[in-house]
């Protein structure tokens, strides 16, 4: 893995989350996951992935504010800052969020392992 690769990776999931692309957020997130989410629940692949296959998330704009990329043996650590809009159910969200990834290389696959998403105040 380097840090170019990485920041790949990050770009597909941020259009694969723009596009609630389930099936390239099945191939980039390992079924082992553990996600905790703004709220500080814990998350399952299924789980995160099922609120896009619903519709029930639906993002309008992920912009990439800052990201920095630490590598590490056979995992990579992502911190990103970004701007957020879209919909929850019917409501309209607005805000900036910290995301933070470890992305696993498993004998040349690389997937999201485990991340954690906070609110920015």
Excluded: P
Aim: charged content about 30%; overall charge negative; aromatic content about 4%.
């Amino acid at each position: 893995m380097d840090e170019k690769q990485i920041v790949e990776y990050e770009e597909m999931l941020r259009k694969a989350m723009l596009t609630s692309d389930v099936k390239a957020l099945e191939e980039l997130i390992n079924d082992n996951l553990i996600f905790v989410n703004h709220f500080g629940q814990i998350l399952t692949k299924a789980a995160d992935n099922e609120v896009h296959r619903l519709g029930v998330l639906k993002f309008t704009e992920i912009k990439v504010l800052d990201q920095k990329v630490l590598l590490l043996d056979t995992v990579a650590l992502t911190v990103k800052r970004v701007a957020l809009k879209g919909v929850v159910d019917v409501e309209s969200i607005e805000g900036e969020m910290c995301y933070t990834r470890v992305w696993q290389n498993d004998d040349g696959v690389i997937k999201i392992i485990s991340g954690h998403c906070s609110s920015v105040s």
